[in-house]
């Protein structure tokens, strides 16, 4: 695993850098002082993932880059070493945390803050290793192998798992149509095993929760209130899409009638973060294979739910230009059915239509205007706002040409 992706891609340049971990921290022994002792847990992981005998010493760690702003990520890592034979070992780390730890709460209105912090299901992305769940995934579709949960202080948790060797290449290059096609045809199959009262057993929580929280109160916020600002659509780079704007308002004003229509639908458990990004394409084995990561908005939604990510996860990273989310969109929505309907799901077609521009208008078509750019003198500056424009344009279109 090269990189993980939260919130659409949405980093926020205020916050501050992965935290740096020792190999002790990550094994849940910060501070102790018996070399034994971390040998011992570090060599017990290094045997369950097949990689011999650990080397006593050898460890390092290296902290991975990834998308900042995830309320549930502390950190992500990887640790590498030597064994005993002179072999290399590399395993994956991510430290998921309390939301109350994470550093953009300050960027809330204190309420907001508290009830976020409160409210936010941080322990979800573990479902992802749920017997249940794994179950659910249909071939060709797999997690990583799961080392161990090490409870850590302060309501953290060491994930350590397989370290996925990805195909070599810019991933906006390696993932394209085809392997758009077939991820959205994976998705389907396995939305589709996840709508059984067993699968959507794995959670608690009501239907809907996870977007509703997000569009009540994240898009407001983010989304809705600039709109307002006169001022701030008077900028030349802003002052000819007026229509955009109006448009925006308008379609702000039917949130809650969205809500209540997806909660209506057939609803799964679904992936939740489904991006280009969270589909790893790995270097060795079957070459149809895709590695499922990172699991979020864990709560039931409705068939469909998951094209949006899919859809808009490499435009939001500026790895796939705007232009070509029509194709993208036409492809993933086409796949995805079939792979309903291979799984005997065949008279949602409509309505998982519907879910998909709905839900991509909710989570993306809001609030991914890039305004802390306007006016920038950064030469790059410019295209990107602009890629926003069009992404924010297309997903507007494709929600009016269905609702009006």
Not at 120 to 148: G, K, N
Not at 204 to 214: I, S, T
Not at 372 to 378: A, F, I, M, P, V
């Amino acid at each position: 695993m090269t990189e993980t992706t939260h919130a659409g891609g949405r980093a926020r340049s205020s916050l501050p850098p992965v935290p740096e971990m020792t190999v002790e921290a990550l094994l849940g022994l910060a501070g102790v002082e018996d070399p034994g002792a971390v040998d011992g847990r570090l060599d017990a992981l290094v045997r369950r993932a097949g990689g011999g005998v650990h080397r006593s010493g050898s460890a390092e760690v290296s902290v991975v880059s990834h998308s900042l702003g995830a309320p549930a990520t502390h950190g992500v890592y990887r640790v590498t070493g030597r064994t005993e034979g002179g072999g290399a070992w590399s395993m994956f780390c991510k430290v998921i945390q309390h939301p109350r730890h994470w550093e953009g709460l300050a960027q809330m209105p204190p309420d907001l803050a508290r009830e976020f912090a409160d409210t936010f299901p941080w322990r979800t992305e573990l479902e992802l290793w749920d017997p249940r769940v794994q179950a659910s995934l249909p071939d060709s579709l797999r997690s990583p192998a799961l080392h161990e949960l090490i409870e850590l202080e302060e309501d953290r948790i060491a994930v350590w798992q397989e370290d996925v060797a990805l195909v070599p290449g810019d991933i906006g290059a390696v993932f394209d149509l085809d392997r758009y096609d077939r991820a959205a045809y994976l998705l389907g199959r396995w939305n589709a095993r996840s709508t059984t009262p067993e699968v959507l057993g794995v959670t608690d929580l009501p239907v809907g929760m996870a977007l509703r929280m997000y569009a009540e109160k994240a898009v407001p916020m983010r989304g809705l209130a600039p709109l307002t600002d006169d001022a701030l659509w008077a900028h030349p780079w802003l002052a000819d899409h007026g229509y955009l704007r109006a448009t925006l308002g308008r379609l702000g004003e039917r949130i809650a009638d969205d809500l209540v229509r997806l909660d209506a639908m057939v609803q799964c458990l679904p992936h939740g973060d489904a991006s280009p990004q969270n589909l790893l394409l790995p270097a060795a084995g079957d070459p149809a294979e895709l590695v499922v990561i990172d699991l979020s908005f864990r709560t039931p939604h409705a068939l469909g739910f998951d094209l949006s990510q899919l859809l808009v996860g490499l435009t939001q990273a500026g790895e796939v230009p705007a232009a070509q989310l029509p194709e993208i969109a036409r492809r993933i929505l086409a796949a995805y059915l079939r792979g309903l309907h291979d799984e005997g799901v065949a008279d949602q077609d409509a309505a998982v239509h519907d879910s998909f521009v709905t839900v991509s208008l909710l989570r993306s078509g809001f609030d991914s205007l890039l305004y802390e750019l306007l006016g920038s003198e950064d030469p790059g500056a410019r295209h990107a706002f602009d890629e926003r424009i069009a992404l924010t344009r297309f997903l507007v279109e494709q929600y009016v040409a269905l609702h009006g």
